[in-house]
């Protein structure tokens, strides 16, 4: 009887009908001993390996959601660290990382250890160019996503795009100081703040940004978004509701390589400060700020447009009617050039601009104003 069961096994495994891959004792996955790593309970859910930091001399690695140790399997999630100011990971210790995939395996992705931060996850890695995410790092539960990039001076690749960010609220400094990345295309649910989310990524050309479902309206912070960023070209943002923003200072800071931008992307309702909004946007020659939905919002506009020494055209709404609209194109370099106010503008916008780009009294201590002015 026990000769059939074997010959009846054996069978099987030469058909493929039984495949067997017993772990036995001693047994540990090669790619797990070139890190330093720890087995502990994560919360509720077991144990986990944590890894802590990576020891090999590989400068492009690959992180699987599950290893085995001793011929026992365990999930794998990446260590966090409080240690002030920011957070030390399993990655960010690592300083030569060039490269680092994750994929899972039997179902079982890489997590991050705190199941609701990615706080500084690859912070401070400067060396690092690509992060392949795939389907393979769980972010479900994430709200927290603060300086995840930043200072990743070198970083050209991250498929945000596939992580589930539908309860991430704060996003500030996300990809801070990724002066390499070029494009990136995000999807966000739950964005409360946004604040310098892009700053100084002086290579990035192309940004898209797409929310959906019944949060997208709760976005609050959104100063400095894209501050810094000088060869940014294309910025679509779509199912993102900004009527909750009320400070939008400095959110194209020296963007130069900006020519045109579709501004009814915003909802500017709720909005206090514009001030210096397009600070040094020189390469910006028409905008058409007559599609915003500005509600009855009266928002400082100082130096709105300081030192967009190219701007050509402007068009507006009655609806423009910022505290500070005299001071709206202070500080530019429009000798020699032609600027068109064009649309409905409001008798308070005329009383408060209009004098300011006919007399050159008002621009004492500034320099030269435009010397044709055309007010359609």
């Not at 059939?4 to 009908?17: D, E, H, V």
């Not at 802590?52 to 794998?76: F, H, L, Q, R």
């Not at 916008?349 to 359609?376: C, H, M, Q, W």
Request: aromatic residues 12%; glycine residues 8%.
């Amino acid at each position: 009887m026990i000769k059939k069961i074997i010959i009846g096994l054996s069978a099987m495994i030469m058909s493929g009908a039984l495949m067997l891959s017993p772990a036995f004792a001693g047994d540990t996955d090669a790619w797990i001993k070139d890190w330093d790593y720890s087995i502990d309970d994560l919360d509720y859910d077991g144990k986990y390996i944590y890894l802590k930091e990576y020891k090999g001399t590989e400068t492009d690695i690959s992180i699987g959601g599950k290893a085995t140790v001793d011929g026992v399997d365990y999930p794998v999630c990446i260590e966090m660290e409080s240690t002030g100011s920011h957070y030390k990971t399993g990655l960010n210790r690592n300083k030569n990382l060039r490269q680092i995939t994750f994929y899972s395996v039997g179902g079982i992705p890489v997590r991050p250890e705190l199941s609701w931060r990615v706080k500084d996850l690859f912070y401070g890695m400067e060396k690092l160019e690509g992060v392949n995410f795939g389907d393979d790092f769980k972010t479900d539960g994430v709200s927290e996503a603060i300086s995840m990039f930043e200072g990743c001076k070198k970083l050209k690749y991250a498929d945000v795009e596939n992580l589930d960010l539908g309860k991430c609220s704060n996003l500030k400094q996300m990809f801070s100081g990724c002066e390499s990345l070029n494009r990136i295309t995000i999807n966000l649910n739950y964005a409360l703040n946004m604040t310098e989310m892009f700053k100084d990524c002086k290579g990035l050309t192309e940004v898209t940004i797409t929310g959906s479902g019944s949060n997208t309206g709760k976005l609050v912070y959104a100063d400095d978004l894209f501050s810094g960023c000088s060869s940014l070209e294309d910025v679509t943002i779509t199912g993102m509701d900004f009527s909750g923003v009320k400070d939008f200072s400095y959110m194209f800071y020296n963007c130069s390589s900006l020519k045109n931008i579709d501004m009814s992307m915003f909802n500017m309702s709720g909005a206090q400060k514009l001030n210096g909004m397009f600070v040094y946007c020189s390469g910006l020659k028409e905008i058409d700020l007559s599609t915003i939905e500005w509600g009855s919002a009266t928002p400082s506009a100082t130096e709105m447009f300081f030192r967009a020494d190219n701007l050509e055209k402007v068009k507006v709404s009655d609806k423009f009617k910022p505290s500070s609209a005299a001071r709206i194109f202070q500080i530019a370099d429009y000798s020699g050039k032609q600027l068109t106010i064009t649309g409905t503008p409001s008798q308070e916008f005329k009383d408060a601009v209009y004098p300011t780009l006919k007399d050159s009294n008002r621009f004492v201590g500034y320099v030269k104003l435009r010397s044709k002015i055309e007010l359609v």
